[in-house]
């Protein structure tokens, strides 16, 4: 690299410089304050840990996503993480050991050696929020109420369409139908790029019966409003487990209209994010002013299971910097600042002090140096007293 491009960053490699860092912090203690008024408890994990923690339950599908060094301490391999999730469930799990329902949230900076989708940075401020150690719809239905609220908090304009699906009607599917883990996973590829014309030839390739071939090829299908769980019903009709599943997925979206009746849903139950460790209803949050997911999540109760204690959980996760860009116009920067002269007068000091207490901007001029120019009001001694006036 050459010394005139030593500034550059690497590609899908992005930092902010002000006002914007500035508006991102403020808006991270926000939401951060929104998770503790909810009953979420903050963690900080570290940047880096040893590969096979990151790379545990939901991890595996990270792997390619992970910056990999040795410890130089050690001589272990480390992973830098690129999803705090395993790290949380590892919390969870062997530091908190928590009996009832555990709430967790986090903010903090993830890596990724290759970009999420072509809008993506690959250094994502990473927020989300789990709930362990329950299995119902209550848990659910919170955390996805957490999500949106956090949507709102953030400022993200336009219509929300929440994105619904369930893991168990696809796994019920691949049981009933016997396909072999290579099977599974090609259908699997084809069925979340919705190539019908490649999943029609490859179903017309298996030895099943009719009525096993006419759902695999309705599955891509089953996407829409309210109307897609009927027809799932009367074309699983044969599936108890997907009938529960269905209402289950029902129930939930039930419930979140309630409460948010002013959010779009969506059913798409080919809609498989995360298949290799879900275990049930799967999430996201989408707008027309971004092509991708905004935050996404579902529940996934075995995630655990790798660190020695499977539990129940739920969840969602989001990128900051991509909500903020979502939302449109940042506020307008702080320009309200007190230029106080140089000096080491006691007075002066203890005003300067006085103001930052009160939440004041202040900048103490340095000798010889000129006067920052987004100073409006300035410190000035009148009849023995510091007093603020406008420049």
């Known amino acids: 690299m050459t010394l005139a491009d030593r500034w550059l960053l690497p590609d899908g490699m992005k930092e902010m410089l002000p006002p914007r860092a500035r508006h991102v912090e403020m808006m991270r203690r926000q939401v951060v304050d929104l998770y503790d008024r909810w009953g979420y408890e903050l963690v900080m994990p570290p940047l880096a840990e040893h590969l096979e923690s990151l790379l545990t ?32 469930a590892r919390i969870d799990a062997h530091r908190l050991r928590t009996e009832g329902p555990s709430r967790l949230c986090y903010c903090g ?16 401020l990473q927020l ?28 993200v304009q336009g219509q929300i369409t929440l994105d619904l699906g369930h ?31 490649e999943i029609a030839e490859f179903v017309a390739g298996l ?10 090829l309705a599955l891509p299908r089953l996407n829409g409003d309210e109307s897609v769980i009927v027809r799932a019903r009367e074309l699983f009709v044969e599936h108890s487990a997907i009938t529960q599943a269905l209402d289950y997925l029902n129930r939930v979206a039930r419930r979140v209209r309630s409460r948010y009746p002013q959010v779009n849903l969506y059913f798409d139950l080919g809609e498989l ?47 900051l ?29 203890q005003a300067v002090s006085d103001l930052r207490e009160q939440g004041e901007r202040v900048v103490q001029a340095l000798d010889g140096a000129d006067v920052p120019v987004n100073c409006d009001r300035q410190l000035i001694q009148r009849d023995g007293s510091w007093v603020v006036e406008t420049r």
């Open 109 to 124: 900076s993830v890596l990724h050696t290759r970009p999420s989708h072509m809008l993506a940075s690959r250094n994502p």
């Open 128 to 155: 989300g929020a789990e709930l362990y150690g329950h299995a119902g719809a209550d848990s659910d239905v919170e955390v996805i109420s957490l999500m949106l609220e956090t949507l709102s908090v953030v400022g």
């Open 207 to 216: 030895d099943l019966e009719a009525r096993v071939c006419e759902q695999l």
């Open 273 to 319: 994010r995360g298949y290799h460790y879900h275990t049930g209803i799967v999430f996201a949050a989408y707008t027309p002013q971004f092509g991708q997911a905004l935050a996404k999540g579902g529940r996934y109760d075995e995630i655990g299971r790798d660190f020695g204690r499977a539990r129940p959980a739920t969840g969602f996760s989001a990128d």
């Open 321 to 349: 910097k991509t909500l903020l860009e979502t939302a449109g116009d940042m506020p307008e920067a702080e320009t309200r600042v007190v230029l106080a002269p140089a000096g080491e007068d006691d007075a002066l000091l």
């Open 57 to 88: 339950g939901v991890g595996q599908d990270l792997a390619m996503k992970t910056f990999k060094l040795t410890d130089q301490v050690s001589g272990h391999m480390l992973g830098v993480r690129a999803d705090m999730t395993p790290q949380v």
């Open 167 to 197: 893991i168990g009607v696809f796994s019920e599917l691949m049981r009933t139908a016997g396909l072999n883990d290579t099977d599974q996973d090609r259908f699997l590829d084809m069925l979340q790029r919705k190539a019908l014309p």
